[in-house]
Nanobody, 117 residues
Framework: QVRLVESGGGLVQAGGSLRLSCAASGSIFSINTLGWYRQAPGKQRELVAAINMGGPTVYADSVKGRFTISGDNAKNTVYLQMDSLKPEDTAVYYC???????????WGQGTQVTVSS
């Protein structure tokens, strides 16, 4: 059974930094993308950053230059380094893995990030 477990969220002041981690367990084959999404209260879930296998790494315009996504294959872990945080970054952050064959979306349980002004 595949599990994604996020950690690293918390409360931080504007301008501060956090690093989110997503540890994957279980057997996952044919990975297409590793990504982070977020959902703020009353808003739809949105893509924050994603590593596309064999393709570009993409970032939402709102986080470009401030957030960095990376992966550690040996640890089956995906990270999201978040710097220069703003109050508008406040949301629940979710780890996501998309597979190709068969196509499937794996999600973590989410971790809360709160940025105070």
């Amino acid at each position: 059974q595949v599990r994604l477990v996020e950690s690293g969220g918390g409360l931080v002041q504007a301008g501060g930094s956090l690093r989110l981690s997503c540890a994957a367990s279980g057997s996952i084959f044919s990975i297409n993308t590793l990504g982070w999404y977020r959902q703020a209260p009353g808003k739809q879930r949105e893509l924050v950053a994603a590593i596309n296998m064999g393709g570009p790494t993409v970032y939402a315009d709102s986080v470009k230059g401030r957030f960095t996504i990376s992966g550690d294959n040996a640890k089956n872990t995906v990270y999201l380094q978040m710097d220069s945080l703003k109050p508008e970054d406040t949301a629940v952050y979710y780890c996501n893995i998309k597979t190709g064959l068969p196509p499937y979306d794996y999600w973590g349980q989410g971790t809360q990030v709160t940025v105070s002004s």
